[in-house]
């Protein structure tokens, strides 16, 4: 433990609402530098814990049907009395997805008591322990425990995972303008409630307001938030990572034979540039040549019905078989419209494989030495780009080395390590400055 961490110990509250791995990964590094104070979050699987051991007495099949799901809900890092534990929103989520397509209006009312739910519980959580700082993960914090810490004094922390609310509303007029029928896709199978999308956009506006200090996965992310009037020094750029140990280059080399296999990993959905990819396959496939999709299908395809000759839709992937799927592919296609940092161009990485994205993608690709960066909805920028990786295998073999290479310079302790530090420095200049004032400058990284 460095010198800042040991004047901080056990002070740091995290809060974030899902299983993202960012989240996992700031708690393993706050708890590795003894910082951690508490991780507030949803259904946390403890394996020793009594919930476990009654759960394996009385139902070990459906335990053991359970076990992808329940070992992304858990990490031996974590230290499990560290943790409030929330089951309830994973059961309003159920709850929402359930009424979604009969009752918009019902699942808009319940997704709004669940996020105030959580915030309101975050804010007692809060109020109970006075942490020296807290650390939010996007949504979960604005209406009730920002302003509670602010009150007190307590800085706060915003992690955003995504990119700015106003880059998305420029995305959404754009795409409803030029590519209409494809707009209820936007989201892929979750229908698109532009009332509940204002009612998100404005906490997250908030949540930019209220924070002291912005981490932003990607440089792309954070140049938006300046054009847009947040200051450069309330942001520090933290990108994400791939764990290098399971996500690997095969261990044969990939065959000369003319054939070239494309990856698309993540929900099918316009968001993702599902319509440019589809188009920019359409000119450049041809025999050998193969396109995968990973990831959840829209049950009601529409317009993508017709795109499909040539592409292969895996589907859904457990987790644990996510690692084999990328090893097998030759190049790795993420035209993304609006992202935060999508953790799947990490994987890519670690797996050796070169990569077309576009900027908003917020992946570390660097143009030419690891893959190939397009303009967002340029269909012919995409299809040459995959067509150069294609019909070059002495390229793909040189940024394939690159990308592993990428990978490792971006593994999850580099993060551990970025988030401490950037908290540790914000306690540590807050406890010199008068409470309520911004911090000072500091350095972004990238």
Not at 1 to 26: L, S
């Given at each position: 433990?460095?010198?800042?961490?040991?004047?901080?110990?056990?002070?740091?509250?995290?809060?974030?609402?899902?299983?993202?791995?960012?989240?996992?990964?700031?708690?393993?590094?706050l708890a590795r530098a003894g910082m951690l104070k508490r991780f507030v979050t949803s259904y946390y699987h403890d394996p020793d814990g009594a919930v476990a051991r009654i759960a394996r007495a009385l139902a070990p099949a459906a335990y053991d049907r359970r076990r992808g799901f329940l070992a992304r809900r858990?990490?031996?890092?974590?230290?499990?009395?560290?943790?409030?534990?929330?089951?309830?929103?994973?059961?309003?989520?159920?709850?929402?997805?359930?009424?979604?397509?009969?009752?918009?209006?019902?699942?808009?009312?319940?997704?709004?008591?669940?996020?105030?739910?959580?915030?309101?519980?975050?804010?007692?959580?809060?109020?109970?322990?006075?942490?020296?700082?807290?650390?939010?993960?996007?949504?979960?914090?604005?209406?009730?425990?920002?302003?509670?810490?602010?009150?007190?004094?307590?800085?706060?922390?915003?992690?955003?995972?995504?990119?700015?609310?106003?880059?998305?509303?420029?995305?959404?007029?754009?795409?409803?303008?030029?590519?209409?029928?494809?707009?209820?896709?936007?989201?892929?199978?979750?229908?698109?409630?532009?009332?509940?999308?204002?009612?998100?956009?404005?906490?997250?506006?908030?949540?930019?307001?209220?924070?002291?200090?912005?981490?932003?996965?990607?440089?792309?992310?954070?140049?938006?938030?300046?054009?847009?009037?947040?200051?450069?020094?309330?942001?520090?750029?933290?990108?994400?990572?791939?764990?290098?140990?399971?996500?690997?280059?095969?261990?044969?080399?990939?065959?000369?034979?003319?054939?070239?296999?494309?990856?698309?990993?993540?929900?099918?959905?316009?968001?993702?540039?599902?319509?440019?990819?589809?188009?920019?396959w359409a000119k450049v496939r041809r025999p050998g040549w193969r396109l995968q999709l990973l990831g959840p299908m829209p049950r009601r395809l529409g317009p993508l019905e017709g795109m499909l000759?040539?592409?292969?839709?895996?589907?859904?992937?457990?987790?644990?078989?996510?690692?084999?799927?990328?090893?097998?592919?030759?190049?790795?296609?993420?035209?993304?419209?609006?992202?935060?940092?999508?953790?799947?161009?990490?994987?890519?990485?670690?797996?050796?494989?070169?990569?077309?994205?576009?900027?908003?993608?917020?992946?570390?690709?660097?143009?030419?030495?690891?893959?190939?960066?397009?303009?967002?909805?340029?269909?012919?920028?995409?299809?040459?780009?995959?067509?150069?990786?294609?019909?070059?295998?002495?390229?793909?073999?040189?940024?394939?080395?690159?990308?592993?290479?990428?990978?490792?310079?971006?593994?999850?302790?580099?993060?551990?390590?970025?988030?401490?530090?950037?908290?540790?420095?914000?306690?540590?200049?807050?406890?010199?400055?008068?409470?309520?004032?911004?911090?000072?400058?500091?350095?972004?990284?990238?």
């Open positions: 433990m460095d010198a800042p961490a040991r004047m901080h110990r056990d002070c740091v509250v995290v809060a974030c609402p899902d299983a993202r791995p960012p989240a996992y990964q700031a708690v393993v590094g858990h990490d031996v890092e974590i230290p499990a009395d560290r943790v409030a534990s929330l089951p309830s929103v994973d059961l309003a989520l159920k709850l929402e997805s359930r009424v979604g397509g009969r009752s918009p209006g019902l699942r808009r009312a319940a997704g709004k008591a669940r996020t105030h739910w959580f915030d309101r519980r975050l804010a007692g959580i809060l109020a109970a322990s006075r942490p020296g700082a807290l650390l939010a993960f996007s949504d979960v914090a604005s209406g009730f425990a920002m302003p509670w810490c602010r009150r007190l004094g307590i800085p706060v922390v915003l992690s955003m995972v995504h990119g700015d609310v106003r880059e998305e509303a420029r995305v959404l007029e754009v795409e409803r303008a030029a590519a209409p029928e494809f707009f209820p896709l936007y989201l892929g199978d979750s229908s698109l409630d532009r009332a509940e999308m204002a009612w998100l956009h404005a906490r997250r506006l908030r949540d930019l307001e209220r924070a002291d200090l912005i981490l932003a996965p990607s440089r792309h992310i954070a140049d938006v938030l300046e054009r847009e009037g947040v200051g450069r020094e309330r942001v520090r750029v933290i990108p994400y990572a791939a764990d290098c140990r399971r996500f690997r280059p095969p261990s044969r080399p990939r065959p000369e034979d003319g054939s070239c296999t494309f990856l698309f990993a993540g929900g099918v959905s316009q968001r993702k540039g599902i319509k440019y990819l589809l188009e920019a000759e040539g592409v292969e839709p895996l589907g859904r992937v457990g987790h644990p078989e996510m690692p084999a799927h990328m090893a097998s592919a030759d190049v790795f296609v993420f035209p993304s419209l609006f992202e935060g940092s999508a953790v799947v161009t990490y994987e890519a990485l670690a797996c050796g494989l070169p990569c077309v994205v576009t900027p908003e993608a917020g992946s570390v690709v660097r143009d030419g030495i690891e893959g190939l960066i397009v303009p967002s909805r340029d269909i012919d920028s995409l299809a040459r780009a995959m067509a150069r990786l294609g019909e070059d295998p002495a390229l793909r073999a040189r940024m394939s080395a690159a990308a592993r290479g990428r990978a490792q310079d971006y593994d999850w302790p580099r993060y551990h390590m970025a988030v401490t530090d950037a908290v540790a420095g914000l306690l540590a200049e807050r406890a010199i400055r008068p409470r309520g004032a911004r911090p000072a400058a500091t350095t972004a990284r990238g």
